[in-house]
């Protein structure tokens, strides 16, 4: 490997951690992905800065978490101002791009449900730093075909971008796909979808069978232009920082050609707590049940929702044929690599920006609850230069972790403000572990769940707790995860318990209080 390595991280959206052939799922075909792991390092207690998609591809960017970056919530540009270890990588020499998926800055203009009429106050206590936002704004591509990017964006020199989900993408790729295809619109969306009779979250607007053809998807048009990138940068001297970032498998559901019924929902495995009795649960579960049996009528929007056994078994299987569909592009763009003889020189990563229910208690989505389906995500480190490849990691690992441990293999320093730990005494196997407990964030627009305010939450977690208060409310959650794997007896009014709530209430506050902002640094003594 030369001196300094070059860099390639796929990412996928909405992607749980046991949902890998390599973790043991029965169902999930990913050979691709699998022999990353094979070759390289699976972290196993890897999860995210906070389950929510904006702010935790901001934590991956700046390797901080949300309350110090400033991407609480969906809805929030991240601050030009903030510096991103891309930049750092490209003002040491390094050529940068990113293909697919960015989601920094707002992908939609529709207004924030908070705060709501009478409540907003006529100025903010922060002003945006200087620069162009808006940049990722769907509609703003779709009407202005010279509508693009100011570049570097992040630090990414080059960028081929899609906005969105599903077949309904825009970006470049829709473009693109006009380019391909005369009346490429007319592919597109529900409206135009082939039949599927009898699907369960058709009716929900999750999922319909697109289409687009296989070779035009958005998931096609990624790995074809990450291809690109590294046949351009294979003719250049500088070491690469490339992202390989695909929108899939999030909802709605569209996976092209053979990949729609690639699984079979009567055979996949419901998830072992679909249908599994929960102890003294936090209200907001009770309260998703009941607002389904309420409202016949009902259709999920942003947040987390309680499903049939149907629609669960629907959902998993379009998500592995979807999986399916990256999974090959992974391994295009991975021969792609071995042709150009980059193989030796490239650390790949793979990771996801949050995880999914999927069935999990009878729940899909996302939003407002931190079980581990939701918060646990892939991490793999695969570096040609280590000879510990095959190896599963249990060490407590965070996305903020990424940046700094990026910057070290590429022989830089982490940035003052950074939450991220350098993983590197633990893929080097100087240490078992980087840290005792992990601290993650959430905070959303929305006041889900029938409560009175919005849901503001943050959770404690090591290899035995976890522990998750929500603010302003007399509920919580504790989990003993070595007796209780599966987080299905919250132990938070349990009196035996008492002692250990305030415990980890306490560790809790001083993980708060190790992750206030330390940047910048001062300039002056007084």
């Given at each position: 490997?030369?001196?300094?390595?070059?860099?390639?991280?796929?990412?996928?959206?909405?992607h749980?951690?046991?949902h890998?052939?390599?973790?043991?799922?029965?169902d999930?075909?990913?050979?691709h992905?699998?022999?990353?792991?094979a070759?390289?390092?699976?972290?196993?207690?890897f999860?995210?800065?906070?389950p929510?998609c904006?702010?935790?591809?901001?934590?991956?960017m700046?390797?901080?978490?949300?309350s110090?970056?400033?991407?609480?919530?969906?809805?929030?540009?991240?601050?030009?101002?903030?510096?991103?270890?891309?930049?750092?990588?490209?003002?040491?020499?390094?050529?940068t791009?990113?293909?697919?998926?960015?989601?920094?800055?707002?992908?939609?203009?529709?207004?924030?449900?908070?705060?709501g009429?009478?409540?907003?106050?006529?100025?903010?206590a922060?002003s945006p730093?200087?620069?162009?936002?808006g940049q990722?704004?769907?509609?703003?591509?779709?009407s202005?075909?010279?509508?693009?990017?100011?570049?570097?964006?992040?630090?990414?020199?080059?960028?081929?971008?899609?906005?969105?989900?599903?077949?309904?993408?825009q970006g470049?790729?829709?473009?693109?796909?006009?380019?391909?295809?005369?009346?490429?619109?007319?592919?597109?969306?529900?409206?135009?979808?082939?039949?599927?009779?009898?699907?369960?979250l058709?009716?929900?607007?999750?999922?319909?069978?697109?289409?687009?053809p296989?070779?035009?998807?958005?998931?096609?048009?990624?790995?074809?232009?990450?291809?690109?990138?590294?046949?351009?940068?294979?003719?250049?001297?500088?070491?690469?920082?490339?992202?390989?970032?695909?929108?899939?498998?999030?909802?709605p559901?569209?996976?092209?050609?053979?990949?729609?019924?690639?699984?079979?929902?009567?055979?996949?495995?419901?998830?072992?707590?679909?249908?599994?009795?929960?102890?003294?649960?936090?209200?907001?579960?009770?309260w998703?049940?009941?607002q389904?049996?309420?409202?016949?009528a009902?259709?999920?929007g942003?947040?987390?929702?309680?499903?049939?056994?149907?629609?669960?078994?629907?959902?998993?299987?379009?998500?592995?044929g979807?999986?399916a569909?990256?999974d090959?592009?992974?391994?295009?763009?991975?021969?792609?690599?071995?042709?150009?003889?980059?193989?030796?020189?490239?650390i790949?990563?793979?990771?996801?920006?949050?995880?999914?229910?999927?069935?999990?208690?009878g729940?899909?989505?996302?939003?407002?609850?931190?079980?581990?389906?939701?918060?646990?995500?892939p991490?793999i480190?695969?570096?040609?230069?280590?000879?510990?490849?095959?190896?599963?990691?249990s060490?407590?690992?965070?996305?903020?972790?990424?940046?700094?441990?990026?910057?070290?293999?590429?022989?830089?320093?982490p940035?003052n403000?950074?939450?991220?730990?350098?993983?590197?005494p633990?893929?080097q196997?100087?240490?078992?572990?980087?840290?005792e407990?992990?601290?993650?964030?959430e905070?959303?627009?929305r006041s889900?769940?029938?409560?009175?305010?919005?849901?503001?939450?943050?959770?404690?977690r090591?290899?035995r707790?976890?522990?998750?208060?929500?603010?302003?409310?007399p509920?919580?959650?504790?989990?003993?995860?070595e007796?209780?794997?599966?987080?299905?007896?919250?132990?938070?009014?349990?009196?035996?318990a008492?002692?250990l709530r305030?415990?980890?209430?306490?560790r809790?506050?001083?993980?708060?209080?190790?992750?206030?902002?330390s940047?910048p640094?001062?300039?002056?003594?007084?």
């Amino acid at each position: 490997m030369r001196k300094r390595p070059n860099f390639l991280l796929f990412i996928t959206d909405q992607h749980r951690a046991d949902h890998l052939g390599c973790a043991g799922h029965p169902d999930v075909r990913t050979p691709h992905i699998d022999a990353l792991a094979a070759q390289g390092q699976r972290f196993t207690d890897f999860h995210v800065a906070t389950p929510i998609c904006q702010p935790n591809r901001a934590s991956l960017m700046t390797g901080r978490l949300p309350s110090a970056h400033g991407v609480q919530m969906n809805g929030r540009e991240l601050s030009l101002g903030e510096r991103s270890f891309v930049e750092t990588l490209r003002a040491s020499g390094y050529r940068t791009a990113l293909v697919g998926k960015s989601h920094l800055q707002n992908i939609t203009a529709v207004p924030p449900p908070w705060p709501g009429a009478g409540q907003r106050l006529p100025d903010d206590a922060r002003s945006p730093h200087p620069g162009r936002y808006g940049q990722e704004v769907a509609t703003r591509w779709a009407s202005d075909p010279a509508f693009d990017l100011d570049l570097p964006y992040y630090g990414f020199e080059r960028v081929a971008l899609t906005i969105g989900h599903a077949d309904e993408q825009q970006g470049h790729w829709r473009r693109w796909l006009r380019q391909q295809w005369p009346d490429a619109d007319q592919l597109i969306g529900p409206e135009n979808a082939a039949p599927s009779p009898g699907l369960a979250l058709g009716r929900l607007r999750q999922a319909w069978r697109t289409r687009v053809p296989e070779d035009l998807y958005p998931t096609a048009y990624i790995a074809d232009r990450s291809c690109d990138e590294l046949q351009r940068l294979a003719r250049e001297a500088a070491p690469f920082f490339l992202q390989c970032s695909f929108p899939d498998p999030h909802h709605p559901f569209t996976p092209p050609g053979r990949y729609w019924d690639l699984f079979d929902p009567a055979t996949v495995q419901l998830p072992p707590t679909f249908h599994a009795e929960l102890v003294d649960p936090p209200p907001a579960v009770a309260w998703l049940r009941a607002q389904r049996k309420r409202d016949p009528a009902f259709r999920p929007g942003h947040g987390a929702f309680a499903c049939t056994e149907q629609e669960a078994r629907e959902a998993l299987a379009l998500n592995h044929g979807s999986l399916a569909c990256i999974d090959d592009a992974i391994g295009r763009v991975m021969a792609c690599l071995r042709a150009l003889d980059l193989d030796r020189d490239t650390i790949v990563m793979f990771t996801s920006d949050h995880g999914e229910l999927l069935g999990d208690r009878g729940l899909m989505f996302k939003g407002g609850l931190h079980y581990a389906p939701l918060t646990r995500v892939p991490f793999i480190w695969r570096d040609p230069a280590q000879t510990r490849s095959g190896q599963t990691v249990s060490a407590l690992a965070q996305t903020t972790d990424i940046a700094p441990t990026v910057l070290v293999r590429a022989g830089l320093q982490p940035a003052n403000g950074m939450h991220g730990l350098p993983l590197q005494p633990v893929l080097q196997g100087q240490a078992d572990s980087v840290r005792e407990a992990l601290l993650i964030e959430e905070e959303s627009q929305r006041s889900d769940f029938g409560l009175d305010r919005r849901v503001r939450m943050r959770t404690l977690r090591d290899h035995r707790h976890r522990y998750t208060v929500y603010d302003g409310q007399p509920w919580g959650e504790l989990y003993d995860l070595e007796a209780d794997p599966l987080e299905l007896h919250n132990r938070w009014n349990d009196p035996r318990a008492r002692g250990l709530r305030g415990e980890l209430a306490e560790r809790l506050a001083r993980a708060m209080l190790t992750s206030t902002d330390s940047s910048p640094y001062p300039t002056a003594s007084a």
